[in-house]
């Protein structure tokens, strides 16, 4: 429930809130007359895009109400001064629940990667693999050509030229067996990529940042580099048996973070344009263990160490009182919070600043000029900056919308589609609720003058009444019936929440809705319904296809190749996410591949052509749509050919001792395989 807060304590907390700043104020400056240029440039950004995040903040809080479905403070007070019912009818939040459920069903499909990595048509690889590729083909095509030319002096001297007649033809295998390298190296490479996503918890946060997609713009960082516990087996030098070992681990990580946490520089239209402020907070045991740690600041962390034990670090935002009541906590929490803020800055910083805060002038090259940076400041100590480590100056951080928009850094979300929609709806419930408590049951006028016992009206019970002392004829006791209209303003509701349905690309057929009438009656019209409806979150889909997915991809691609025991691996390829074209059904998938499967092995001309390799595929991907385990459906070792000289049966089907001899071509010596439906029927020789 939304909670209410009265003018007094509404004047409390500001004023608590102006103390505290006020304190936290005096003391900076009391203790930091100095404040380095890298510390104030990035105050500075901080400063402008906070104020520039202003009506922001209030749109994605505003959302956050309305998918809890929670009325603005001020409607609220305006519906209780009517004494009116104050009843929210949550059709945002279950749009965005949906949504949500709806987009992990597609992105994340069991036993498949949410991305791709496939060579170019004309891939480049390492030289030595090219090479290696290159004299295989030329070795097994002299060995032919020398082969047919044994024996035939003539053929032997006219050798150089077959030699360059079959160049185009040498050419052309050499390039197949190189895109069929580049196919072997890229499936290493997937394997590899998904495996460090795995472990750094990208799909987790993936999952984790949808709501947020749906609800304004969803934020995932990472790589971050940690420190982690890690277990292992391995033998014991004195006993030889296995034991369980913890060690420290370094493991990239990704994280998602809130949008109210995200501050992008005022004119900034993507992540990569200006600069990137990120508020996060750490504990006072989270800092101390960063003392010793390369890169930090050690007198930086302990003067804020120093700062914080006399009463804490925290950037205030004004929003923290609403925050806390739209994330569901106590509001009390923004302010007896013990955790230190701190502003993670991504951007550009000229060189003298970095020079100034301690960086080499091996580093920093040139003070005049930007470098792409990152920077830790907590109150006005940097306690750590580092150049940005992507040779491209990308930032670490990848951002989707569930609407993007043109010009924008922040995109729309689905609770920005359907407000008024929501507002109507919410109107009509809440007038529903009060006529039907209305006109439940009767109201009743009662004249004084003439009952002067009054009390209340009760069944089968005798009024006494006097006459009017007033002299005229009005009746002792009137009773009202007030008109009951609950059916036709439920009209109107379910007219304005179908409208919702359009609007906000979720419609309630989507997610189990009963009402679904005219092509939706049949199976096959509710699956034309539900391909149509699917359009509007297949655009949700390729923005986080490629804002987060393949970023992330690509960018993890680019610090494998970095490494020398990757080297291997190395390839020109093209990466791209799968999640837009698992749109289809997964019925609509299975019928097609099973209709494909039987089309194939039923002609001999399409099983000829596709071979038993091609068979195994289909049939192992058909037994892995239906979560088995392939291997254990089909056997590596293909089945050998009778010998030359068996007797075979006819065919599966056909009458016992009927057979036929087979050549050494495993071909039937004579007669034919007449497939008759009467049994006993002889083969013609």
Not at 179 to 201: C, F, P, R, T, Y
Request: aromatic share 6%; hydrophobic share 40%.
């Amino acid at each position: 429930m939304l909670r209410v807060l009265n003018n007094q304590q509404l004047g409390e907390i500001e004023k608590k809130e102006a103390e505290v700043k006020a304190a936290i104020q005096t003391e900076s400056q009391a203790n930091n007359p100095v404040v380095s240029s890298l510390a104030a440039y990035v105050r500075k950004c901080w400063e402008s895009a906070k104020q520039a995040k202003i009506p922001i903040e209030r749109q994605i809080l505003r959302n956050m109400r309305q998918r809890r479905g929670e009325y603005e403070p001020e409607k609220l007070a305006a519906i209780k001064a009517m004494k009116s019912s104050d009843v929210f009818m949550k059709i945002t939040g279950v749009k965005c629940r949906y949504a949500k459920d709806w987009i992990i069903d597609i992105l994340f499909q069991p036993g498949t990667k949410p991305f791709d990595i496939e060579p170019t048509p004309l891939p480049e690889v390492p030289p030595w693999i090219e090479n290696r590729v290159r004299a295989r083909v030329l070795q097994v095509k002299l060995s032919e050509l020398v082969q047919g030319a044994a024996g035939d002096p003539a053929i032997m001297q006219e050798l150089p030229a077959l030699i360059r007649q079959e160049m185009p033809a040498i050419l052309e295998s050499i390039q197949k067996e190189i895109s069929a390298e580049a196919k072997v190296v890229a499936e290493k490479m997937k394997d590899k990529i998904h495996d460090q996503l795995v472990e750094g918890n990208f799909y987790e946060a993936l999952a984790e940042a949808i709501p947020d997609v749906i609800l304004k713009t969803g934020f995932i960082e990472g790589p971050i580099y940690r420190k982690v516990k890690s277990k292992r087996l391995q033998p014991d030098p004195q006993t030889g048996k296995m034991r369980l070992v913890v060690e420290d681990k370094i493991v990239a990580e990704y994280e998602r973070f809130s949008p109210l946490d995200a501050y992008p520089a005022p004119d900034a239209n993507s992540l990569d344009d200006g600069y990137f402020i990120k508020k996060t907070a750490y504990t006072g045991a989270q800092l101390s263990s960063l003392i010793g740690v390369s890169g930090f600041s050690e007198p930086a962390i302990r003067a804020v160490l120093d700062e914080y034990g006399k009463g804490g670090l925290k950037e205030w935002t004004g929003i923290e009182t609403e925050r806390a009541e739209a994330e569901n906590k106590d509001p009390s929490v923004a302010w007896d919070s013990t955790k230190i803020d701190c502003l993670v800055f991504y951007g550009d910083v000229q060189g003298k600043d970095l020079r100034e805060w301690g960086m080499t002038e091996e580093e920093i090259k040139d003070p005049q000029i930007f470098y792409p940076a990152q920077g830790w400041l907590i109150g006005n100590h940097v306690i750590k900056a580092m150049l940005n480590p992507d040779p491209l100056g990308r930032k670490n951080i990848y951002k989707a919308s569930f609407d993007e928009s043109d010009g924008s850094f922040w995109g729309n979300g689905l609770p920005e589609w359907i407000p008024d929609v929501q507002d109507v709806c919410n109107a009509c419930a809440r007038h529903i609720v009060n006529n039907v408590g209305m006109g439940a049951g009767p109201m009743v006028e009662i004249n004084d003058d003439r009952c002067p016992g009054g009390g209340d009206p009760q069944p089968f019970r005798v009024w006494r009444v006097t006459e009017s002392q007033m002299g005229n004829d009005a009746p002792a006791i009137r009773v009202y019936q007030i008109n009951m209209v609950a059916d036709k303003l439920l009209l109107i509701y379910e007219k304005f929440s179908g409208i919702a349905d359009e609007h906000s690309g979720v419609p309630a057929f989507a997610h189990g809705g009963q009402d679904v009438k005219g092509a939706g009656d049949t199976a096959s019209g509710l699956s034309m319904l539900m391909t149509s409806a699917a359009r509007a979150i297949k655009g949700v889909i390729k923005t986080i296809d490629g804002k987060i997915i393949e970023k992330a991809v690509e960018r993890q691609y680019d610090l494998n190749i970095e490494k020398v025991e990757n080297a291997a691996l190395v390839a020109d390829f093209k990466i791209q996410a799968k999640g837009s074209s698992s749109l289809i059904a997964k019925e609509q998938q299975a019928v097609r591949r099973n209709e494909f499967l039987n089309t194939v092995s039923s002609r001999a001309s399409l099983s000829n052509i596709v071979g038993y390799e091609g068979l195994k595929y289909l049939v192992k991907d058909s037994a892995r749509a239906m979560e088995l385990d392939p291997d254990k459906v089909v056997p590596d070792n293909p089945p050998q050919p009778p010998p030359a000289g068996a007797v075979v049966p006819l065919s599966p089907g056909s009458p016992p001792g009927l057979s036929q001899t087979l050549n050494p071509a495993s071909e039937p010596v004579a007669g034919k395989d007449f497939r008759l439906f009467q049994g006993g029927a002889i083969p013609n020789g």
